[in-house]
């Protein structure tokens, strides 16, 4: 079995095989939405009309196709519960119902770009909304800015959100589809055990700089304080 916290260069559903059952108590997914997010041959710009020149991305071709009807099964037997990001994009392959949706607001503005992103749970509770600016060079914590690596990164403090809502103490959590790092850093920061899995070399390369960064200064930090 892979040692935790730690992230690996592999494809997911190679690496979900090696975990027993229900072994994660929570897996909080990105995975691919099949809306070509990740073809920037159109001028290496992202679509909407937003004002600053965005952000140049090589040309990549994982976002050709959402995922398939194995990697939920395999999603759902090694995960106790899940929070998907993007189901809307992929509903069908999702074989159960829900009352609690995730909604983040971004804040954007008014461009093409869309205003929430949304999150299928495995939670029986209502919906509930996360409210933090992510429009280009305008983010929610201007004061801890987030460099972007990513064209669909997302913000460290909606994973933190999400744990402090639907984590416990102890529990694991699995992203298969790491992407930036965001989601394995508030892992860290909020002291729960991680697996995630991101098979772009170059993105695998950028997120674990990334990640390394921030737990050798938590570390650092840890120890002047014990």
Not at 29 to 44: E, F, H, L
Not at 55 to 61: G, L, N, R, T
């Amino acid at each position: 079995m892979l040692e935790l916290n730690k992230l690996y260069n592999m494809d997911c559903m190679e690496g979900m095989k090696q975990f027993p059952d229900k072994y994660f108590e929570l897996a909080i997914v990105d995975p691919p939405y099949g809306i070509g997010a990740s073809d920037y041959k159109r001028g290496g710009t992202q679509h909407g009309n937003s004002k600053a020149k965005c952000k140049v991305y090589a040309s990549k071709d994982w976002d050709k196709s959402a995922p398939s009807a194995e990697y939920f099964d395999e999603l759902f037997r090694v995960s106790k519960n899940q929070i998907i990001w993007g189901a809307n994009h992929f509903i069908s392959q999702i074989p159960y119902d829900s009352s609690c949706w995730v909604v983040w607001d971004k804040v954007n503005g008014d461009n093409g770009y869309a205003d929430c992103e949304l999150a299928w749970t495995s939670f029986k509770s209502a919906v509930r909304k996360f409210s933090f600016r992510w429009n280009g060079m305008l983010q929610g914590n201007m004061k801890d800015k987030e460099i972007r690596i990513h064209p669909t990164q997302k913000p460290i403090q909606l994973y933190k959100w999400l744990l402090s809502k639907y984590a416990k103490p102890g529990d694991k959590i699995l992203d298969t589809h790491v992407g930036s790092a965001s989601s394995l850093i508030a892992c860290y920061e909020y002291g729960f055990d991680f697996i995630g899995f991101e098979i772009d070399k170059d993105y695998y390369e950028a997120a674990q700089k990334r990640l390394q960064a921030v737990m050798s200064q938590v570390s650092m930090f840890r120890e002047v304080h014990h």
